[in-house]
């Protein structure tokens, strides 16, 4: 058996299915949290989808809402954790590219805030990546 190279309060921390639930929730509670307000205020969401350009907006707003809780509910229930971060993943790549593009903005506070978003957003693909691939492993 392969001995881990972690300090053990370390070990101890990332072996906890507590400090997992933690994680993934830490990860994708915005999503969820972003679905039920959604949902709660649908006139919104479809103006949110309108302003980025999407149409038909309604559609749009729909296959937001649907991905925002259900992304989140199949991670954090742990079933079927590689499809819940797949359909987060893929959201939000798509969302950074449609909301962010500062490779279009002149320089200045706009394109400065585009482009740490975009990354923000890069930085959490990644995230849903290694949640899918630590999915396999016995902590959900």
């Known amino acids: 058996m392969r001995r881990s190279a972690n300090p ?4 101890a921390i990332v072996q906890n299915r507590a400090a997992w639930f933690a994680a993934r929730l830490a990860l994708c509670g915005a999503y969820l949290l972003g679905g039920i307000v ?4 649908w006139p919104g969401a479809v103006a949110e989808q309108a ?7 309604a559609l749009w707003a ?4 649907a ?3 259900i992304g989140p509910l199949l991670i954090l229930t742990g079933r079927f954790v590689w499809l819940g971060a797949g359909m987060l993943g ?13 490779w279009t903005m002149q ?5 400065f805030a585009a482009t740490n978003a975009f990354f923000e957003h890069i930085g959490l693909v990644g995230g849903f990546v290694l949640v ?9």
């Open 8 to 11: 053990a309060f370390v070990e």
């Open 38 to 41: 959604k949902l709660s205020d």
């Open 51 to 57: 302003h980025f350009g999407m149409t038909p907006p």
């Open 62 to 65: 729909a296959v937001t809402i």
């Open 67 to 69: 991905v925002e809780l």
């Open 90 to 102: 893929v959201f939000t790549a798509l969302a950074a590219l449609t909301a962010n593009g500062f």
């Open 107 to 111: 320089a200045g506070p706009e394109r």
């Open 132 to 140: 899918a691939m630590l999915a396999g492993r016995d902590r959900a």
